[in-house]
């Protein structure tokens, strides 16, 4: 007799938990982000709002797609195997969660070097020669 897959109940929990831990991480990155693309776009706050934005629907758009991509295959027919395939998946999850954090960390970071290096003066002298130099 086939004893009954607990594979539903995997599937279950994995939706739930990806589902919170998606929305609570792109909160975080919407929440922070905000201050980091005012400070790259001070002359333009809309600007800024827009950006981070997008970047969060972006987020969602790769992170849940990636989680109903991970909702394919495995087998559980007991407690054990049921816990394991579903460490595995969340454990690919949280691994893609915190490379997409680290890329738009990485992106802002670019963002915020870029317009800080705009607002800096030249290294050198208008007149082309540093202090000490004959002319």
């Known amino acids: 007799m086939d004893t009954p897959s607990l594979l539903p109940i ?14 609570v991480l792109a909160r975080v990155l919407f929440r922070h ?5 005012a400070d790259v776009f001070a002359d333009r706050p809309e600007l800024a709002k827009a950006v981070n934005q997008l970047l969060v629907v972006g987020f969602y758009l790769v992170n849940f797609g990636y989680a109903l991509f991970m909702l394919r295959g495995g087998h559980a027919h007991d407690a054990v195997t049921a816990i394991e395939a579903l460490a595995s998946k969340l454990g690919t999850l949280l691994l893609s969660l915190a490379a997409m954090h680290f890329v738009n960390l990485f992106f802002f970071h670019r963002m915020r070097r870029k317009a800080r290096l705009a607002d800096m003066p030249p290294p050198v002298r208008e007149h082309g020669y540093l202090q000490g130099q004959a002319a």
């Open 10 to 23: 995997v599937y279950g929990v994995y939706a739930i938990a990806s589902l919170v831990l998606t929305i």
């Open 33 to 37: 982000g905000e201050v980091l693309l």
